[in-house]
């Protein structure tokens, strides 16, 4: 079961039960920490997806030159 099709009424629920469990105070303090884990996420993956790159590509020139 995939979080795929929870739509609008689903957020609501969950915001509605976040709400209620954690109270009005600290939702902007998960909200940031939620957002900061994201962009760390994010950074990391571009980082490693780069790096696959950067080693493609030392790949193809080693081979480049074995060739001539």
Do not use: Y
């Not at 980082?47 to 590509?57: A, F, G, P, Q």
């Amino acid at each position: 079961m995939g979080f795929t099709n929870i739509g609008i009424p689903g957020l609501i629920l969950i915001l509605g039960v976040t709400l209620i469990i954690f109270g009005p105070r600290k939702l902007p303090e998960i909200g940031r920490a939620l957002g900061q884990t994201l962009s760390e996420f994010k950074g990391s993956a571009t980082k490693l997806m780069s790096d696959e790159d950067e080693e493609k590509e030392v790949t193809r020139s080693v081979e480049t030159s074995k060739k001539d």
